[in-house]
């Protein structure tokens, strides 16, 4: 087992890791769409939370030795259902032809007032 850490991802606020690597795999933590690059900088709406948590599992992934491109299932957590077709959109701008395994969870609020959280799972480069 190998624990992942990258300066290009939120460092987490509690007790876990970015992502840990094991058999093959990569487990990338839930990412809130947290700008490392521009910290103080206020979220924009659900398309863009939803492209920048995706750049946050990026980072992770290319850190770990994968890529979105590997990612075999995805778990989006949105704090309204309506938000899906923005999800989406971006969602589907960000992955291209590439259609991993998916869930989008309607939960009832996120830290810090984001509308999106994106878990994922992995395949590593070979």
Do not use: C
């Not at 890791?17 to 933590?29: D, I, R, T, Y």
């Not at 309607?106 to 810090?112: D, M, R, S, T, Y």
Request: charged share 15%; aromatic share 4%.
């Amino acid at each position: 087992m190998r624990i992942v850490e990258t300066p290009h991802a939120p460092h987490p606020a509690g007790h876990y890791s970015q992502a840990v690597v094991h058999g093959g795999l990569v487990f990338v933590a839930g990412q809130l769409p947290h700008d490392v690059a521009s910290p103080g900088r206020a979220p924009g709406g659900a398309e863009e939370q939803t492209e920048r948590a995706l750049g946050n599992v990026e980072a992770i992934l290319e850190a770990a030795g994968s890529g979105l491109e590997r990612l075999l299932s995805v778990t989006l957590y949105v704090t309204d259902i309506s938000l899906w077709p923005h999800v989406n959109a971006a969602y589907a701008r960000v992955l291209g032809a590439h259609r991993p395994a998916r869930a989008v969870v309607p939960v009832k609020e996120l830290h810090h007032g984001y509308l999106v959280e994106v878990q994922a799972v992995a395949a590593l480069r070979e």
